[in-house]
């Protein structure tokens, strides 16, 4: 064999393929982005939190509302969303409360008598609300309860959001336990007895979320 066979076949041997690359698949990106460090079973003691919140303000049946408990799970997972986002809490909040009250004047339209289309629907309701504050303003009397129940979705939809963003963003589960606790407490105060074993269900699941930030504070 000569020598440029030689050489030739050595550097064969020394050539390797390039590697291929390490492809994903999108949805397993998106996964891995926005999966909490504090692990979804803080996630699902949130949401059941929040639920026996929604359930207690429903049974009430103070005004007619949308689905409290679909509004406090949809906030909830925007909250966490925007906690994984990688952008200063003075934009995700802001924006949060806006996107926040674009969920809440759609959902509102579900409560307008004339439901023919989402426009009418959506005149309707600011035309109820024009009426109710030009009453209002005018020391007159209005029997439109329209914007007690869109105060109540708006809170619920903050209640929500902020919750779920301060646990997933500073390991915060204080306002979740706190204002969710005084709300329901606030709650049911006015009503029978017999709805009362909700808040022990919310403070076994409170002390429940205690424990588990207790716990992956602990291991990181």
Known sequence: MSSSETASLVAGRGRQDPPTPNTKHPLRVFY??????QGWATF???IFLLLIIGD???????VETPSLTTILFVSALIGLLFAKLRLPWFLMLPFGVVLGGVVVIWESTSLAE?????????REIFTRLDVWYAAANNGGISTDLMPFSLILISAAWMLGFLSSYLIFRYDNIWFAVVFGG?????NLSFLPERFG?????FVLIAMLLVVRMSIVQRHD
């Open 182 to 186: 005084t709300a329901m407490l606030t």
């Open 32 to 37: 891995n982005r926005f999966n909490p460090s």
């Open 114 to 122: 004339n439901q023919d289309s989402t426009t009418d629907g959506l």
């Open 197 to 201: 074993s909700r808040f022990f269900i």
């Open 56 to 62: 207690s303000i429903t049974v009430g049946d103070w």
């Open 44 to 46: 699902a003691i949130l």
